[in-house]
């Protein structure tokens, strides 16, 4: 027999901690009267909550997302202090014109071009787990999103941690006096407003812009129109808050799935194309996003009852995303389940969220670092601690977890160790590969001296010079290392690279053989084999 709940329920510490008994026990009631509950950047004990019918159907939550002329995100913090959200709070045609300019700025390749600096935040975050239990969610999840927006937004290294923060002030998830919560939002507000008033200062004074997402967005145009220095900084903000606090917990909540079920833990390292899948079925069983308010614009029937124009409704997306009507079993994890990528843990229709492509790319990138490096996930001995301040949000504040280490051959290991040097030369990260060179090391490239690279070189001052001066003197393409062979202290790597000459425009194209003798897990020598015909005549152009 269900346990009853009713509509006060949903904003109980012990439903937010685990709400999907009390969907299951009230979905067969959509639309549901009687919730009441805040907005994110609202300040509970300042603000009045919103009374709004709460819709928990699949079919109810779906409708009303596609319907923003009649379901309406434009105001849902009205007679607060909050600050307006970019784009959420938008309707069209205000928000067609406001992502039209956005998304010339915030591009998939921008969020592709992140996957080296997000891989290399992954590899520092795992190189500082302690030995034994840890808490994934501080040593991993909340660290990951956070660096990443400071990187995007070009933005100062130790600001991580007021973006941690002023994103959990803002979702509700810390548990904060109602003065301390108002002061965090102004805090925010006042360091965007000042940052992009600054940066829309310097570009109007001739200064060419910075390679990143601010200037991006303060020079982005689209049909003759731009945003305003106020769009932009609210874009911003926007983007911390609800990236830093929903990737978090996506990564927590992945994390705990992982550690819960070693068999997907071996499905996953067998098979790294079944990732994806992983992320939409734990989006959809337990996606952080639980529910977003809409008001209603005209009088509209939903499941038999009328709603009237002026009063609220509550999308609760999770409570969607377990309707057994649409996903059988909804409660049982399946990395086979065909429609979990139709869960609407991003949202849906226009709102649909634009940092979706971003936030999936961070966890990715989080889980293969954890399965490269490791032979399995369990958890840990202490129990995890469930967020239970908010339904905006559902995770665990902490997660202790426990890595298993890999066992490897010395071979394996060796070809582990030269595939991360080959990941750090992607990224261009010279300091990174220093790490990985012996003291002694020699490196020999061969070629005549019109290749501004070729020659010998000894010690690790030297191989610093090496590497400054290949980056320095191509564009790369593409440098794809194919195959690894080990045997002992040597490993050959064979590939294929495709580069442009910068002095001269020049091509180059070849395979490559490198051939790297290690000692105790570091390069000894590095001598590297190439078609230098080729990179000869695209040096003398």
Not at 212 to 231: C, H, N, P, V
Not at 261 to 283: C, H, M, Q, S, Y
Not at 308 to 320: I, M, N, P, R, Y
């Amino acid at each position: 027999m269900h346990k009853q709940f009713a509509a006060g329920d949903l904003t109980t510490p012990e439903v937010v901690a685990n709400p999907y008994p009390a969907y299951e026990a009230l979905r067969a009631q959509s639309p549901l009267p009687g919730y009441a509950d805040w907005p994110p950047g609202t300040v509970p004990g300042r603000d009045a909550p919103l009374k709004a019918w709460a819709l928990l159907k699949h079919a109810h939550v779906q409708a009303a997302a596609r319907d923003p002329a009649t379901f309406s995100s434009a105001n849902f913090q009205q007679g607060t202090g909050a600050p307006t959200l970019m784009l959420v709070n938008h309707d069209d045609p205000e928000h067609a014109k406001l992502r039209r300019i956005v998304v010339k700025a915030f591009t998939p390749k921008r969020v592709r071009e992140l996957r080296p600096a997000i891989e290399a935040v992954v590899r520092d975050l795992l190189s500082k787990l302690p030995a034994g239990e840890f808490d994934g969610v501080s040593a991993l999840c909340a660290g990951l999103p956070a660096r990443l927006m400071v990187h995007l937004l070009g933005l100062p290294a130790d600001l991580t941690e007021r973006f941690q923060r002023w994103s959990n002030a803002f979702m509700l998830s810390a548990d904060l006096s109602a003065e301390d919560r108002d002061t965090s939002n102004r805090e925010m507000v006042g360091y965007f407003m000042q940052t992009v008033a600054e940066r829309a200062a310097r570009l109007a004074s001739g200064e060419a812009p910075n390679d990143d997402l601010i200037d991006a967005l303060l020079i982005a145009e689209s049909e003759g129109q731009k945003l305003s220095t106020d769009e932009v900084w609210r874009f911003c903000f926007t983007l911390v808050v609800a990236g830093s606090e929903t990737t978090m917990y996506f990564a927590a909540n992945c994390l705990q799935t992982l550690a819960a079920r070693p068999e997907v833990w071996a499905e996953l390292k067998a098979d790294r194309t079944k990732i994806g899948r992983f992320l939409n079925e734990t989006l959809r069983l337990t996606g952080p996003p639980q529910r977003l308010f809409r008001q209603v614009m005209r009088d509209v029937e939903i499941g038999g009852r009328t709603i009237t124009k002026g009063e609220w409704v509550a999308l609760f997306f999770a409570s969607a995303n377990h309707d057994p009507e649409v996903f059988p079993e909804p409660a049982t994890f399946r990395l086979d389940r065909e429609n979990a990528g139709q869960h609407m843990s991003f949202g849906q229709g226009i709102h649909y969220c634009l940092g979706a492509p971003l936030a999936s790319l961070e966890v990715e990138c989080l889980i293969s670092g954890l399965l490269d490096g490791y032979a399995g996930l369990r958890p840990g001995v202490a129990p995890p601690v469930p967020q239970t301040a908010t339904l905006l949000q559902h995770s665990c504040t902490s997660i202790p977890l426990i890595l298993e280490p890999l066992q490897m051959t010395l071979e394996e290991r060796n070809i582990a160790m030269v595939k991360e040097v080959f990941v750090r030369f992607g990224a261009g990260d010279v300091p990174a590969i220093l790490e990985l060179l012996d003291d002694d090391v020699v490196i020999d490239f061969y070629g005549p001296s019109t290749i501004p690279y070729a020659g010998h070189y000894e010690t690790g001052s030297a191989a610093r010079r090496f590497f400054e001066t290949v980056l320095a003197s191509v564009d790369i393409h593409q440098f794809d290392a194919e195959e690894f062979i080990a045997s002992g202290d040597k490993v050959v790597v064979t590939g294929h690279l495709r580069l442009t000459a910068r002095a001269t425009g020049g091509s180059i194209e070849s395979d490559f053989v490198h051939v790297i003798t290690v000692r105790d897990g570091k390069w000894l020598h590095f001598r590297d084999f190439m078609n230098t015909v080729e990179a000869d005549k695209a040096f003398r152009g």
